[in-house]
């Protein structure tokens, strides 16, 4: 098992920035793809953000390439999402998520899930 614990999340104006942290404990943190996921009110769970294992790939949906950066220390067992030039339509429930596999797969399926974070974004 993995246990993950989203922190970082708030009101924010459009324009701004947040970090969003996770903190993993249990298994070999460094085993797993570490992902961001996000769920606004009324839409399926999508995928927003992925970094490989030991951190040299990452992979972006299209509507937070450029804005959002992901990034992990496999040394403090923690996964960050940096979300700069924040939208109203960023607004969300922001889950961090753990799988095996390879990044490059823009999968929503993962195996162990954070308990959310909201990012409200106002315009």
């Known amino acids: 098992q993995v246990q993950l614990v989203e922190s970082g999340g708030g009101l924010v104006q459009a324009g701004g920035s947040l970090r969003l942290s996770c903190a993993a404990s249990?298994?070999?943190?460094?085993?797993?793809?570490m992902g961001w996921l996000r769920q606004a009110p009324g839409v399926e769970r999508r995928f927003v953000a992925a970094i490989s294992r030991n951190g040299y790939s990452t992979d972006y949906s299209d509507s937070v390439k450029g804005r959002f950066t992901i990034s992990r220390d496999n040394a403090k067992n923690t996964v960050y999402l940096q979300m700069n030039s924040l939208k109203p339509e960023d607004t969300a429930v922001y889950y961090c998520?753990?799988?095996?596999?390879?990044?490059?797969?823009?999968?929503?399926?993962?195996?162990?899930w954070g308990q959310g974070t909201e990012v409200t974004v106002s315009s």
């Open positions: 998520a753990a799988r095996e596999g390879i990044v490059g797969v823009r999968t929503v399926r993962y195996d162990y």
């Open positions: 249990g298994r070999t943190f460094s085993n797993y793809v």
